[in-house]
Every structure is written in C-alpha cells, then in structure tokens.
C-alpha cells in the first residue's frame, strides 16, 4: 500500500490542481481540501442523504445506458445532479476556482459517476482512494513503452472501436479476434505505455482479484496481471461495468486493483456502457493522448455521450 505522505509532500506534488478529500465522521460528510498549500475543512451535510442520492445517480445512469432517450431517466438524472453537486461540491466551489480536481471520496461515493455533476463538467479531475494513493500514482514510470490495442469477443463495435485507434496509434500491438486470447494479451501489456482494452468485463463484488475481462479463449482475472513485471503506466477500459467500486473505504473495482498493482491511470466506468456509444467517444479521447493530452484533460475536453456517462479517470490523471 502506498505509504502515508505529508501536506507538503502532497501539496508541492499538486501544483495548480486542488485535492477534495471526503471522510464521514459520525452522520456527517466533510471534506479536507488542499488548494495553493492551504488545508481547510468543510461539512459538506448529512452523509446518508448523499448515499441516497448517490444510489439515486447510478440507478438514473444505469437506465439511461439502456435507453439514452428515456425521458423520465434524463429528468431524474438532471435533478439529482444538481442536488448532489449542490451537496458536495457548491460548498467548496469559491475556493477552488476552475482548477483541476484531485477527489477522495468516501465509502459508497467511489462509485459515483461524478462526470455528470454540473460542476465536474469539462473540468479536468481524477478519482482515487486517497491522497497518499495519487502521490503514488503520481510519480514518475518509466520512459517509452509501447501502445497495445485489445478487441474482445461478444461485443459488437469493439473491432470498429479498435481499427479506428490503431490509425491514432501507428505501431501499436493489435490484438483481436482470435489473437486476443488471454495469455497474449497478458504478455503484451507487460511493459506498455498505453493499453487500450475493448471488451466485456465482470466485476467480482468482494473479490476485486477475481474480476476478469472476456477474451477469445477465456477471461483474464485482475490476478493474472499481479504477474507482471511492469503494468501498464495508462490503462483504457473499453468495457461494461468494470471500474464499480464496491462498499467501503478503498476502491474495490478492478481499476482500484490495478492501480494497487502499480498503473498509474486507469480510465474505466462505474457504470453500464452502451456498446455502441463507445467508438467515435473513444477516437476522439485518444487524439488528445496521441498529441501529448493527458487522460484527465483530453477525457474532460471530448463531448461525452449519455452511454459513456459512467467513464472516469481514476490515478494520477
């Protein structure tokens, strides 16, 4: 686990971004935010009514994968955005100004699909389990490596999703259809800058170890990748439901164990997404990375589909 690091440290780390860090002290919901080497404290209310509304989002979120025309999904999504914005970010917004956000939620909030809250809207930010955990992801890899591309089976635009990235990415490891078999894309992601996957994915409530991707021949299981010498620094999740975070104070998805093992970003959804949503979403995401972006500006910057709703950036950014 990452090991506890000082305000300075932290502080000097983050230069122009801003930390929010969420605890829950007995039925109440504070944060500790960080801007320009200043600690401050705020209560931010009563912590149940967030989880509510929280649960609310997700379910509104969910339904609108489904469907992204359904009127009463997308009148119900705005109004609790707006609720929840008004619950945990407004109390904070003065003092933050339109910096990029380094957030630490608590407890059932590393679920949320924060990208839909109208203060998150084409602002720059990343989720992680703690302040410690960014300064960690946050410190300089390695040099170069090489960009891999992954299609899985069973999902329709994933090789269209997948050859339009490989224009982006010239020299690129692609690995589809029968190529994309477990144990070579194991071998692939070894040593990568990028690694881009398109594929189905499981999350496995309370064993995060045993979520797995869906290959040609089988899954691959986050307990496979423990076996690598060096992950990959960014790591794309083109999949359904695959960053979820479970109950608790640490990020329990696939995405929270991977940056455990050592990625630095991990760009995944806390939420259903909607196959056909992902293609033209994911080319124009990955222009910015290939011209020097980095995954929480260039995620931030490109218009964002309902059915893409649940992607985040979770790590250093």
Do not use: K
Request: charged share 20%; proline share 6%.
């Amino acid at each position: 686990p990452p090991r506890s690091a000082g305000i300075a440290e932290i502080a000097a780390a983050l230069g122009d971004r801003a930390l929010v860090e969420m605890l829950a002290i007995g039925p109440d919901l504070h944060a500790v935010t960080i801007v320009d080497g200043l600690l401050r404290r705020h209560r931010l209310g009563a912590r149940d009514t967030a989880v509510r509304e929280a649960g609310l989002l997700r379910y509104a979120v969910r339904r609108l994968a489904e469907d992204d025309r359904d009127r009463q999904a997308l009148d119900a999504l705005a109004d609790v955005a707006e609720r929840l914005d008004g619950h945990l970010l407004a109390p904070l917004l003065g003092g933050l100004g339109g910096r990029e956000l380094v957030i630490a939620p608590t407890g059932a909030l590393h679920g949320l699909p924060w990208a839909v809250l109208p203060s998150l809207a084409g602002r720059p930010f990343t989720i992680v389990p703690s302040a410690s955990a960014w300064l960690h992801a946050h410190g300089p890899g390695p040099a170069g490596g090489h960009t891999v591309l992954v299609a899985g089976p069973g999902l329709r635009h994933a090789g269209r999703e997948v050859d339009a990235l490989r224009r982006l990415h010239p020299g690129a490891i692609v690995l589809d259809g029968e190529n994309a078999r477990a144990e070579t894309v194991r071998d692939a992601l070894d040593g990568a800058a990028l690694a881009h996957i398109a594929a189905h994915g499981e999350f496995r409530q309370g064993n995060a170890l045993f979520s797995r991707l869906r290959l040609a021949d089988g899954p691959l299981t986050v307990h496979d990748l423990d076996e690598l010498t060096a992950p990959p620094r960014v790591i794309v999740l083109s999949a359904c439901d695959i960053g979820r975070a479970d109950e608790g104070d640490a990020v329990l998805g696939m995405a929270g164990v991977l940056l455990a093992l050592g990625a630095a970003t991990v760009v995944a959804s806390v939420a259903p997404v909607r196959d056909a949503a992902t293609p033209e979403f994911m080319s124009a995401f990955h222009a910015r990375l290939a011209a020097g972006q980095s995954p929480s500006r260039a995620l931030a910057a490109v218009a964002r589909p309902l059915g893409a709703a649940g992607l985040l950036c979770m790590g250093a950014g």
